[in-house]
């Protein structure tokens, strides 16, 4: 069992940064793959980026390439989602989840943070 909290949401203005950051608790995170999602106002729930378990294989969604990074620190079982040049589109609730690292699904959220950006 593994339980996930974000945090590090908040107000910024467009073109500003955040960090947000997913914290595990539980064990095995270390072998699990990890994800960020988000759900703007009115839309559906999308993959914004995802790393597997040894830190390789990262994949981001095109709309923030270049933009977003995503990085896991397992000896501190923590995942950050470092937001760059950020746009009013990406306002959103941002999750994190995870799934093992063979696994299909992802099994394991967090209860969400709010990211919004003012033009």
């Known amino acids: 069992q593994v339980q996930l909290v974000e945090s590090g949401g908040g107000l910024v203005q467009a073109g500003g940064s955040l960090r947000l950051s997913c914290t595990a608790s539980g064990r095995g995170f270390s072998s699990y793959d990890v994800g960020w999602f988000r759900q703007g106002p009115g839309k559906e729930r999308e993959v914004v980026a995802t790393i597997r378990w040894s830190g390789g294989t990262i994949y981001y969604i095109d709309s923030v390439k270049g933009r977003f990074t995503i990085s896991r620190d397992n000896a501190k079982t923590t995942v950050f989602l470092q937001m760059n040049s950020l746009k009013p589109e990406d306002t959103a609730v941002y999750y994190c989840?995870?799934?093992?690292?063979?696994?299909?699904?992802?099994?394991?959220w967090g209860q969400g943070t709010q990211v919004t950006v003012s033009s």
């Open positions: 989840a995870s799934k093992e690292r063979y696994g299909s699904s992802w099994i394991y």
